[in-house]
């Protein structure tokens, strides 16, 4: 099947984005799908939440995700959507965890898919500084001004954010001020996508995903987006044969009736060091 061939050639999809996360998408859903991804004007994602706490995130990754994909379909007038929301931790001490999702919504075929990953990121977590020359220090280490930065200080109960810097001294101005003023002062990565080489990296790679998903019909009812909805672990143990938590097949499945497929991995035994019974 070529691209001009899919469900969605010839389609314009909305990506809802203020940071150019439709540029991540385009090449593959064009290439894939013969679709064009484009983004709405006068589109305000951040009213789901900001990555620098000025804005809470009260949406789970998902609810937000859709939130935005409506709201740029809304703008747009159109039927198919699609929306990004990633979210850091630094649930494993030094390391953070990254966790995005990539979600798209076609209301003509009462159709929503998630692609999504979950890795450690490249990127540490924020740092509290008490010296201009300490965040000066820390966008340098984190490649900036490629890599953005954000200043969170805190004064009197209030988050303030500072972002967009694209020169050293007047990130380093800034930090001065902030922190003569008497407050409180974290520099955190910038992790929105058009400032963040390796999110954006991690975008692109699931927009990849969802074209490719997308030009995969259903065997039973002919619907797009035939993939991955689930996984199965219990991969025998090679000492005892008891199952493990080790992935042992793949379920795809459709979006829109119920027919799955089980597609084993080729992994066939798992170290006991992955085995409850012998290493309990």
């Known amino acids: 099947m070529t691209s001009e061939q899919t469900a969605y050639g010839g389609k314009i999809i909305v990506f809802a ?12 859903f064009r290439r894939i799908l013969g679709a064009t991804v484009t983004t709405p004007q006068g589109l305000d994602t951040d009213q789901f939440g900001t990555f620098g706490g000025d804005i809470p995130r009260t949406l789970t990754p998902r609810h937000a995700a859709r939130a935005k ?4 379909m809304q703008i747009a007038g159109t039927q198919l959507g699609l929306a990004s929301e990633g979210s850091f931790s630094a649930s494993f001490g030094p390391l953070v965890e990254q ?14 898919l998630v692609e999504g990953t979950l890795t450690s990121s490249p990127l540490p977590g924020g740092r509290t500084i008490a010296t201009p020359i300490q965040a000066r220090d820390f966008a340098q280490a984190l490649n900036f001004p490629v890599q953005g930065v954000i200043l969170q200080s805190r004064k009197d109960g209030k988050t303030t954010v500072h972002k967009d810097f694209t020169h050293l ?44 998903r997308l030009a995969t019909i259903c065997p039973h009812c002919n619907t797009p987006g035939f993939g991955q909805v689930d996984i199965e672990h219990g991969v025998p143990c090679s000492l005892c044969g008891a199952a493990t938590q080790v ?34």
């Open 17 to 28: 984005t203020m940071h150019g996360k439709e540029e991540l998408a385009r090449e593959a």
């Open 99 to 112: 966790m995005e999702i990539l979600l798209f919504i076609d209301d003509d075929l009462s159709l929503e």
């Open 169 to 212: 001294d007047h990130l380093q101005r800034t930090a001065e001020t902030l922190l003569t003023a008497g407050s409180s002062l974290i520099v955190l990565p910038d992790y929105r996508a058009h400032r963040s080489p390796s999110r954006a990296d991690t975008i692109r790679t699931l927009c990849a995903q969802m074209a490719k």
């Open 69 to 72: 994909a409506r709201l740029g």
């Open 247 to 280: 992935i042992a097949a793949d379920i795809h499945g459709c979006g829109k009736c119920l027919q799955r497929a089980r597609i084993s991995r080729p992994q066939k035994w798992a170290d006991p060091t992955w085995c409850d019974s012998c290493n309990p």
